[in-house]
């Protein structure tokens, strides 16, 4: 347990150092692993100081480059593409003209029947010639899910589309619910990405995801899109450009170092500096920054600031973030109210028979409604 | 289980399908664009420069090549050239565990200290610490190389080496570990 807690603070380092961060910041987020941190980003950073500096780079690149150059000339033919696509059109042709026998049993096929290959080859061939029929074959592919979802048939399928919605344990799409594991990687998943996924379907009637590829993000999310810079800006750091990939960090917490933001994106306004006192904090399950901000006693806008968060203000379990204090302790929920009733709970009023609903008679003192009641609220 | 794949980024998506198409511009482009990190990665795992320069060139050769033939990757540019380039570096060197002369009996232990601390560390000059980092094995190399060298996601790691993202997390810490204990025991030229 101890061990896997040092994988992942030391891997969140990396993770910042790659977007600037010092070694020394590194060690402030996690004072309690600084000892053992310190060596292994000394040496991490060792490696990185080891590398041969760009100018070397560059310098073989530009040596290499008539080497280079004859092959690229050596080039066959390109072969154009048009009497292959005429090839194709025209087998489309005839299989709409004609409405082959088997491309119309295949139409109704599904992944795993004998005919769906020829289903996909007839598609792929009505877009060649009608490119806005894709559309609609992206579609049946949902359709075709859900006949499987139905049929409880097993089979591989591949989606593509956005995701509508997220929890834990699965994602939404175009009315499918689709199961995924629970992975860190999950994390990076949002709603509103384009992905497209490669799934199972279950004898259960259930589709559980096997890979998830992302295709595209919503602006909202502040994140630039072209994720390299093509024109080699001169860096004093010597950073070789095309390499900095910035996203993981970049969706939920966009630190603005300069490199980072060579491509576009409005950088993020945020305190030079952390105020004294700061605390490093691990965001729960739930919370959200306004109330984080209402149990430090602090303002969203004062949190965002300091913590470099956009615009979109959104916060994830498992993130670290700055606050002013220990956040306190938080209100009983109104939907469960249990605990407030166990912590009011006078010695003798226990109902052996309450069977979970609510007894107001016990509700005395702890009232889920009291927030500031008993325990430090606001 | 889960393999979630990188974000294809679009600018070069797009540098590729110009490539297959032949443009020769865009192929040129991507060359004079990653040689840099390529050549990066491919020479703090070889011996000397000569090496390393027709080394990463051959991975740029085998982009050419593969454009040629039609079967030029469409997505994940940067992570084929070094999935190309560990290849090419095996094919050269053979399936030897360390790609390097230097062998650990030439180095001359120090009396104590097996674990230096940040400061030590802080002071190694550049071929020691390239020398000692090729006392690891290659996964630890390469893990090295691309999380502090190239600066590469967790992910993106993955899937150059084809491990999982906590295969990896592992990887980097014994990897560190690994390295501090050679720097430990090497006889330390400093700056």
Not at chain 2, 71 to 97: C, E, I, M, N, T
Request: proline share 7%; aromatic share 4%.
């Amino acid at each position: 347990m101890i061990e896997s807690d040092l994988l992942n603070v030391l891997s969140d380092s990396i993770d910042r150092m790659a977007d600037g961060a010092t070694i020394g910041d590194c060690l402030q987020r996690h004072p309690q692993f600084a000892a053992a941190l310190e060596p292994l980003l000394e040496t991490g950073q060792l490696v990185r100081r080891a590398q041969p500096s760009t100018e070397e780079a560059e310098q073989a690149r530009d040596r290499q480059m008539p080497r280079f150059e004859q092959l690229l000339a050596e080039a066959p033919p390109v072969r154009r593409p048009l009497p292959l696509v005429g090839l194709v059109q025209w087998a489309a042709l005839l299989v709409l003209v004609f409405g082959l026998g088997g491309a119309l049993a295949a139409e109704q096929s599904l992944p795993g029947d004998t005919l769906y290959g020829l289903k996909r080859i007839t598609e792929n061939a009505r877009v060649s010639l009608l490119p806005d029929t894709a559309e609609m074959f992206t579609q049946r592919r949902f359709d075709e899910a859900r006949q499987l979802v139905n049929l409880r048939r097993e089979a591989e399928l591949a989606l593509t589309g956005e995701i509508d919605e997220l929890s834990d344990m699965a994602l939404v799409m175009q009315g499918l619910t689709i199961r995924t594991a629970d992975t860190p990687e999950r994390a990076a998943l949002t709603p509103g990405m384009r992905v497209e996924i490669v799934a199972q379907s279950t004898v259960l009637g259930e589709l559980r995801a096997q890979t998830i590829r992302i295709l595209d993000v919503p602006e909202r999310l502040e994140q630039p899109a072209a994720l390299i810079t093509f024109t080699p800006s001169p860096t004093a750091s010597g950073t070789p450009e095309p390499t900095r990939q910035p996203t993981r960090a970049a969706a939920f917490t966009p630190e603005a170092t300069a490199e980072a933001r060579a491509v576009e994106a409005t950088p993020a306004v945020c305190a030079a500096t952390l105020p004294d006192g700061w605390i490093a904090y691990t965001v729960q399950s739930g919370e959200t920054l306004s109330d984080l901000a209402a149990r430090t006693g602090s303002s969203t806008q004062a949190l965002a600031d300091a913590n470099c968060l956009a615009d979109s203000r959104r916060i994830i379990a498992g993130q670290m973030l700055y606050l002013p204090r220990q956040p306190a302790s938080r209100p009983t929920l109104t939907a469960t109210p249990q605990p407030a009733r166990l912590a009011a709970t006078p010695t003798t009023a226990t109902r052996p028979d309450s069977r979970g609903g609510e007894q107001p008679a016990q509700n005395r003192r702890g009232t889920p409604e009291s927030e500031g009641g008993e325990r430090g609220g606001r | 289980m889960i393999v979630l794949v990188l974000p294809d980024i679009p600018a070069e998506d797009a540098l590729l399908a110009r490539a297959q198409r032949g443009e020769q511009a865009a192929l040129r482009e991507i060359y004079v664009h990653y040689y840099t990190p390529v050549y990066q990665f491919i020479r703090l795992r070889c011996d000397d420069r000569d090496t390393a320069e027709d080394l990463a060139s051959e991975v740029f050769f085998k982009l050419v090549r593969t454009v040629h033939q039609g079967k030029a990757p469409r997505h994940s540019l940067r992570g084929w050239l070094f999935r190309v380039a560990r290849h090419v570096l095996y094919d050269h060197y053979g399936h030897a565990r360390r790609f390097t002369e230097t062998v650990l009996d030439d180095w001359i232990p120090m009396p104590a200290d097996d674990e230096p601390d940040a400061q030590f560390i802080r002071a190694v000059n550049r071929e020691t610490a390239r020398q000692a980092l090729r006392q690891l094995t290659t996964d630890q190399q390469e893990v090295l190389i691309l999380r502090f060298g190239q600066m590469l996601s967790l992910q993106e790691t993955a899937d150059i080496m084809g491990k999982q993202v906590n295969a990896v997390k592992q990887l980097q810490l014994r990897a560190l570990q690994a390295l501090r204990r050679v720097l430990g025991q090497a006889e330390i030229v400093h700056d």
